[in-house]
């Protein structure tokens, strides 16, 4: 589970005769005129939609008493006050305390407070540091113009607090995207002046115009010959591309492209499989076919398996190209064409292994083939598309193929990434810019054709009928060593990295070394890496699912050197994240599906859709008092399937497969007859259920294939807009892709290839006569259009 770094839109410009502006911090305080989305402080998620956030100073403290923590261990304890470091916790949303698996309040630790504090950029291990950062967050807003970003609701009254010396005239206009010049009126709201280092400073309050529209616009702001601007984004109070499932409901095909081959594929899946893929699944009514995750991996062997841990979220992974589409191939010389016709043999040779995929062996062939390839030169309007495409793509593509230009000869490792003289910017990369130019036109090149690529496959999926086409996944972060660590050092938080409290399944909580948004930087940049990386994935795509999606309210963080049990949450201002999701998803005319499994607030789902986000049901997930919950007691605005990729497959779990891996790998906690009783009795009830519904005979249990069958058909008696069929169980495959709390030395994660339940490897080609896929996917369309 796991940005891209382009020139920072920042607010500029301060209130006349103040000091600097120096470090925004967490936006407004309650009270203030600016509406909720300004980039202020994250929303609190322990409370209802738009309840106030603590204040900054002269709220009453969560707790007393003296506790002690240093953000440097070796410096030594220092005392600190519990009430005043919750109390700057709760001025920079981070969460002092959390509901756990099991039920109880758990109080995070001083000095795990301290250490977040300090990947906000906030020093508190003395209390007289709390007390300065205390006093900074209440005056930080006023000594700035503007706020950061303002992301407001089409529809909704919204208004600009602007800050300026007492008694200055201030003026305030909108610049729209499409150029217009937009007068903001100013609103008579009377707010008490505030003494600001030493300065008498007002806010102001003005209105956002109403034909402002949806988009991505500028505040501009003057007084006394200072001007500022901002980012203003006008964003849906509601993404209306689900609309049309209500009418009529959807169905499609979820699959790991990477494990689905082809006899022309070299040894993985590609981008061609996946264009097949939609073909074959569109001409049996299904409406779109998710993916796993695109994003590139290392831009060179060897690449990690998992497609949630990338090196980049927003470009993608050109192991999946197909060799044989590229069109400078026809045009390559004799001698070479040889070398690659050698490749190719050698990749699909890798399509013989029925046990593990070798993506290393795979990408160093297709990588030794587009040397050759790119050697080609190009016709006079390839080489245009391929100029626009690096001219659109901007900054951030050159700064990712600098970064696989230098990754080609410095290991992630090496301590040049951390050297500051090394940062992007710096002279010394600049040099390296300069001198890499050649290999850095190459990786921008990768990108254009993957683009390329993912263009015909959606095309593909709509001309075989499907009405959203190939649904991309958006994972939850990158490596702690990836692209996006070192180009989006600036909005991402330092010392920290992204993780999940214990729960049952995982008792010593994860840590999934990922570094995560730094809310206030993010939204200082005017929100734009985040805007850039899902414009990115919806280019060529119907829709995209939003991997814990909770992570858009509040995220797990733990400090570097602490247990993963060990962080605390950190509260992201959700109105704004999912409001600028739902306006690239509306441009884009894609659904955005969250996955909104696990520990949350009740509120939350009912945000999502009330935002027209579709949410995530897995059947063996949705109980209602110990029983399987009724179908028509689901959700209507969800994707419901019977399993995700961290189960088993549904032949495996089943047969409990599941129970005897996690026994022979060490990870139950407690015998393993235990476990398959209580899968047993799992099973029976949603057997029973089964055989209630009609679905299977009362006196025969039926065959592995029917009640598989009857899972799904059982699946489309719920009124949810979207069903989900997993492309392992319309084969049979029984070998889960995933298993959690594991490595690659004990399972092999991410790397198992699509096969039926005799273990037989299933190859795209045989899709079209194989009966089983057939009579799965016949069953899914028969029962939801019923």
């Given amino acids: 589970m796991k940005a891209s770094n382009e020139q920072q839109a920042t607010a500029s410009g301060t209130p006349e005769g103040t000091a600097g502006g120096g470090q925004p911090v967490d936006g407004h305080e309650p009270g203030s005129p600016a509406s909720a989305g300004t980039g202020a402080g994250p929303a609190s998620v322990g409370t209802a939609p738009g309840s106030p956030a603590p204040a900054g100073t002269g709220a009453t403290p969560a707790a007393a008493g003296v506790v002690t923590g240093s953000p440097d261990a070796s410096a030594g304890p220092a005392p600190v006050s519990r009430e005043l470091l919750h109390w700057l916790a709760d001025a920079h949303g981070v969460g002092t305390t959390y509901q756990g698996w099991d039920g109880l309040p758990h109080e995070v630790a001083p000095a795990t407070l301290i250490r977040v504090l300090a990947a906000l950029g906030v020093e508190a291990g003395t209390d007289q540091l709390i007390e300065n950062a205390l006093a900074e967050a209440e005056l930080a807003p006023w000594r700035r113009m503007l706020p950061p970003a303002v992301v407001v609701q089409e529809g909704t009254p919204a208004q600009v607090p602007v800050h300026v010396r007492e008694g200055s005239a201030v003026g305030v206009h909108i610049i729209t995207e499409d150029g217009r010049k937009l007068d903001a009126a100013q609103q008579d709201i009377l707010v008490e002046p505030r003494d600001v280092d030493g300065l008498t400073i007002g806010r102001h309050a003005f209105d956002v115009p109403p034909n402002t529209g949806l988009g991505w616009h500028t505040i501009r702001a003057e007084s006394a010959g200072n001007v500022a601007e901002s980012t203003l984004v006008v964003v849906p109070s509601r993404l209306t591309t689900a609309a049309p499932l209500e009418e009529r409901r959807g169905w499609g095909l979820a699959t790991q492209l990477y494990s689905v081959r082809s006899k022309r594929s070299w040894g993985v899946g590609d981008f061609a499989d996946l264009a097949e893929l939609a073909a074959l699944a569109g001409a049996r009514g299904a409406d779109y076919v998710l993916v796993n995750p695109l994003h590139a991996a290392d831009p060179v062997p060897p690449v990690e398996p998992s497609p949630y841990s990338p090196s980049t979220r927003r470009f993608f992974n050109p192991l999946y190209l197909r060799i044989e589409a590229i069109p400078e191939l026809a045009y390559l010389k004799p001698k070479k064409q040889a070398v690659v016709h050698d490749l190719m043999k050698q990749g699909r040779k890798l399509n013989k292994d029925t046990n593990r995929l070798d993506r290393d062996k795979a990408y160093a062939a297709k990588l030794a083939a587009l040397e050759l390839l790119y050697g080609v030169r190009r016709s006079a309007s390839r080489q245009h598309a391929f100029e626009d495409f690096c001219r659109a793509a901007g900054s951030g593509l050159d700064d990712f193929a600098l970064w696989c230009a230098i990754r080609e000869d410095i290991d992630a490792d090496d301590p040049f990434w951390a050297d500051p003289a090394a940062a992007l910017g710096s002279p010394l990369v ?283 058909r059982l699946l489309a008696l719920t009124p949810s807009v979207l069903l989900g069929v997993a492309l392992v169980d319309a084969v049979g495959e029984r070998r889960v892709q995933n298993q959690p709390g594991t490595t690659s030395a004990q399972y092999p994660n991410w790397q198992v290839p699509l096969a039926n339940s005799d273990g037989d490897s299933v190859l795209l080609d045989s899709l079209e006569g194989n009966e089983r896929f057939n009579s799965l996917l016949a069953a899914v369309e028969e029962s939801i259009r019923g």
């Fill in 430 to 712: 600049e040099k390296l810019r300069s001198e890499l130019s050649e290999r850095i036109d190459f990786h921008r090149w990768l990108q254009w054709l993957c683009d390329e690529q993912l263009e015909f496959a959606q095309a593909a999926a709509k001309r075989a009928g499907m009405r959203l086409g190939v649904v991309h996944d958006l994972a939850v972060g990158v490596d702690l060593q990836s692209s996006d660590a070192w180009t989006l050092k600036d909005v991402l938080a330092p010392g920290v990295s992204v993780g999940a409290p214990p729960d049952m399944y995982n008792q010593l909580g994860q840590d999934w070394h990922q570094p995560p948004w730094h809310p206030t930087r993010l939204a200082e940049a005017g929100y734009r890496p985040f805007r850039e990386m899902l414009a990115t994935i919806l280019r060529h795509s119907g829709g995209i699912r939003v991997d814990h999606i909770l992570g858009f309210f509040r995220l797990w963080w733990v400090p570097t050197g602490n247990s993963p049990a060990d962080g605390a949450y950190v509260r992201f201002d959700h109105d704004a994240m999912i409001g600028i999701l739902a306006l690239e998803a509306q441009r884009a005319g894609a659904v955005v599906i969250g996955e909104d499994l696990g520990t949350f607030e009740p509120w939350v789902r009912d945000y999502l859709a009330a935002r027209g986000i579709l949410g995530t049901s897995i059947l063996w997930f949705e109980n209602d008092g110990g029983a399987p919950l009724a179908p028509e007691k689901y959700r209507l605005q969800a994707l419901s399937s019977v399993n995700t990729h961290d189960l088993p497959p549904t032949a495996g779990y089943l047969a409990g497969d599941h129970v005897t891996l996690r026994s022979g790998l060490g990870l139950l906690e407690r015998p393993a007859e235990e476990e398959r009783l209580e899968h047993n009795a799992t099973l029976e009830k949603m057997m029973l259920l089964l055989r209630q519904r009609g679905l299977l005979s009362a006196d025969d249990p039926g065959s592995e294939e029917e009640r598989i069958e009857a899972l799904h």
